[in-house]
C-alpha cells in the first residue's frame, strides 16, 4: 500500500474513533439514552436512581450488549459536573486555579449509547476535560453478545471491543467503577497505584470474550494493545510520544461467581491483567513487566422496600520487574510490589439519599528513585504507603421512576470527605518537608446533571 495511502487509512480510523466517542480523568458514569430505548428509568439499572453502581437488572442488560429493550430513540446522553474542593491545607497551585478552595466545572460529556442490532450494541464518550481544558475521547465499549444453551444449562457468550480495562466489568468492585464516583481532582493523591487502575486507559485498545454460564459463572479473557501514536492523536490524546507505553499484547482475564437468596445477592470473583510497558527513554534498555492479580467480592440487598444496601471489597496485589526503569536509573531496585485494598458499603433509602462509608489502604516496598523525597508528593523514606477513609452523602432530587421528566432529567448533589491517616509513607513529615498526612484531607461538594 503507498506510504499516502497508508496515512488516509490511519486518519480514516482516527477519525472514526473520534466520532464513536472522546475519558477525562474518569469514565462514562451513566447513559440516560438506555433508559430511553428500554422504556424505564435510569432507576432501574442503578441502585441510587442514576449511575455508576448496577442492579441486576443492570448487569444483565450490559452483559447483553446494551441490546434489550427496542424503542425508537435517539441515542444520545449528556452529563455534567461541576464541584467545590476545600484542602486541609494550602497546596501547590495548579494551573487554572489557586491553591485552595476551588469552584471547578469537572466534566462535559456526550454519548452516543444504544442498540446497534438485536445482538450488539455500544456506548461511546466524547468528554471536555473543564480541569486540564483538553477534549478527547473517552471510555468506548462496544459488544455483542447471544444467548445459548448448553445441555440443560443456559449460557451466554459474548465479545466486547473497550479502551479501558475493567470498563467492560458488569460490578462496581474493580477500578473503572469502584467508589468514589466522582473523585475530587484538585487534590494531592497517593503517589502509588497499579497498572490496573486506569493506566493505559485511552491508549490502547482491547477485545475480551466472555460468558455467563448458568447465570453463575462468569468468565472472561483477551488481551490489549497500544495504539498508534498517530491514532492517539486523532482523537485527542495529548503527547502520546512521551507516554509509559505498553510493549506488545497485555493478557486481561476475569473469573467471578455470583448467587441470588430471596433480596440478597453476592459475587466473589478473580482477575489478572499482565502489560509490558516502556518510556521512551528506556528503549534498548529493557521493559517494565507487571502481574496484577486483584480479588473482589460484592454483596447486594434490595427488597423492592425503600431500604437498600451495596458492598464491595477489592484487593490487588501487583508485582512488578523494573528492568527498564532500574537501567536508567528510575528504580533503585528490580523487584517491587505494591498491595491496594478497596472496601465501601452505602445505604440507600428510597433512590434519594445515601450515605457511603469506604476505607483504602496501599502499602509497598521500598524504592527512593520511584517515589523521592519532594514537597507534597514525595516520600521522605522512598515507600507509597497511605490510608484512609472517605464519606460521602448523596441527595438525588430527580432521576427516580416518580421523578418529574423522567428519564430526561437527573440531578445529583453530593458531600465527600476523605481524611488520611497515612500518606506517602507516613503520618508527620511524610515528605521530608514538614507536611502531615492530614494536610491532604480533603472537602469536595460536587453536583452532578444527567439528560
Same mark, same amino acid.
Given at each position: 500500500m503507498p506510504a499516502d495511502h497508508k496515512r488516509a487509512l490511519r486518519r480514516g480510523l482516527g477519525a472514526l474513533m473520534a466520532l464513536l466517542t472522546l475519558p477525562p480523568a474518569m469514565p462514562a458514569w451513566s447513559v $440516560?439514552?438506555?433508559?430511553?430505548?428500554?422504556?424505564?428509568?435510569? =432507576?432501574?439499572?442503578?441502585t441510587l436512581a442514576f449511575g455508576p453502581a448496577l442492579t441486576a437488572y443492570g448487569r444483565n442488560f450490559k452483559l447483553h450488549a446494551y441490546a434489550l429493550g427496542g424503542n425508537s430513540t435517539i441515542p444520545l446522553s449528556a452529563d455534567l459536573i461541576s464541584s467545590f474542593t476545600h484542602n486541609a491545607s494550602a497546596q501547590p497551585q495548579p494551573p487554572h486555579y489557586s491553591d485552595n478552595n476551588n469552584l471547578a466545572l469537572d466534566d462535559i460529556d456526550v454519548y452516543l449509547a444504544g442498540r446497534i442490532t438485536e445482538h450488539s450494541g455500544a456506548f461511546a464518550q466524547v468528554s471536555y476535560d473543564g480541569i486540564a481544558r483538553h477534549t478527547q475521547w473517552g471510555v468506548v465499549d462496544a459488544r455483542c453478545a447471544r444467548d445459548f444453551t448448553l445441555g440443560r444449562t443456559n449460557a451466554l457468550f459474548g465479545v466486547t471491543l473497550n479502551n479501558f480495562p475493567t470498563v467492560q466489568d458488569p460490578w462496581n468492585s474493580t477500578s473503572a467503577w469502584q467508589f468514589p464516583f466522582p473523585s475530587p481532582r484538585l487534590v494531592n493523591g497517593p503517589a502509588g497505584a497499579p497498572q490496573l487502575n486506569g493506566f493505559?486507559? /485511552? +491508549?490502547?485498545?482491547?477485545? %475480551?470474550?466472555?460468558?455467563?454460564?448458568?447465570?453463575?459463572? !462468569?468468565?472472561?479473557?483477551?488481551?490489549?494493545?497500544? #495504539?498508534?501514536?498517530? #491514532?492517539?492523536?486523532?482523537? /485527542?490524546?495529548?503527547? $502520546?510520544?512521551?507516554?509509559?507505553?505498553?510493549?506488545? %499484547? =497485555? $493478557?486481561?482475564?476475569?473469573?467471578?461467581?455470583q448467587k441470588w437468596s430471596g433480596s440478597h445477592y453476592v459475587s466473589a470473583g478473580?482477575? /489478572?491483567?499482565? *502489560?509490558?510497558? +516502556?518510556? $521512551?527513554?528506556?528503549?534498548?534498555?529493557? %521493559?517494565?513487566? !507487571?502481574?496484577d492479580l486483584g480479588?473482589?467480592? %460484592?454483596?447486594?440487598?434490595?427488597?423492592?422496600? *425503600?431500604?437498600?444496601?451495596?458492598?464491595?471489597?477489592?484487593y490487588v496485589r501487583e508485582r512488578a520487574r523494573l528492568f527498564g526503569a532500574t537501567a536508567i536509573g528510575g528504580s533503585t531496585v528490580v523487584a517491587n510490589h505494591l498491595n491496594t485494598l478497596n472496601i465501601s458499603g452505602q445505604y440507600v433509602w428510597r433512590q434519594t439519599c445515601s450515605v457511603t462509608l469506604a476505607f483504602f489502604d496501599v502499602g509497598g516496598n521500598s524504592n527512593a528513585a520511584l517515589f523521592p523525597a519532594s514537597p507534597w508528593l514525595g516520600s521522605a523514606n522512598g515507600r507509597p504507603d497511605s490510608r484512609g477513609y472517605t464519606t460521602q452523602l448523596e441527595w438525588v432530587p430527580f432521576g427516580k421512576a416518580d421523578s418529574y421528566a423522567r428519564p430526561w432529567l437527573n440531578v445529583r448533589v453530593g458531600l465527600q470527605y476523605t481524611a488520611y491517616t497515612r500518606f506517602n509513607g507516613g503520618d508527620s513529615n511524610y515528605d521530608g518537608f514538614g507536611h502531615s498526612a492530614h494536610d491532604n484531607n480533603a472537602?469536595?461538594?460536587?453536583?452532578? #446533571?444527567?439528560?
Open positions: $440516560p439514552a438506555f433508559a430511553r430505548a428500554m422504556g424505564v428509568q435510569c =432507576a432501574v439499572c442503578h493505559f486507559a /485511552g +491508549q490502547a485498545l482491547g477485545s %475480551t470474550a466472555y460468558a455467563l454460564i448458568g447465570n453463575s459463572l !462468569y468468565l472472561e479473557a483477551g488481551g490489549y494493545r497500544q #495504539l498508534a501514536n498517530r #491514532l492517539q492523536e486523532d482523537v /485527542g490524546v495529548r503527547n $502520546p510520544a512521551a507516554e509509559h507505553a505498553l510493549d506488545g %499484547t =497485555a $493478557p486481561y482475564w476475569r473469573a467471578a461467581l478473580l482477575l /489478572g491483567f499482565y *502489560p509490558h510497558a +516502556q518510556t $521512551p527513554q528506556e528503549r534498548g534498555s529493557g %521493559t517494565d513487566n !507487571y502481574s480479588y473482589d467480592a %460484592t454483596y447486594q440487598f434490595s427488597d423492592g422496600g *425503600p431500604h437498600a444496601f451495596n458492598a464491595y471489597l477489592s472537602l469536595f461538594l460536587f453536583l452532578w #446533571l444527567a439528560i
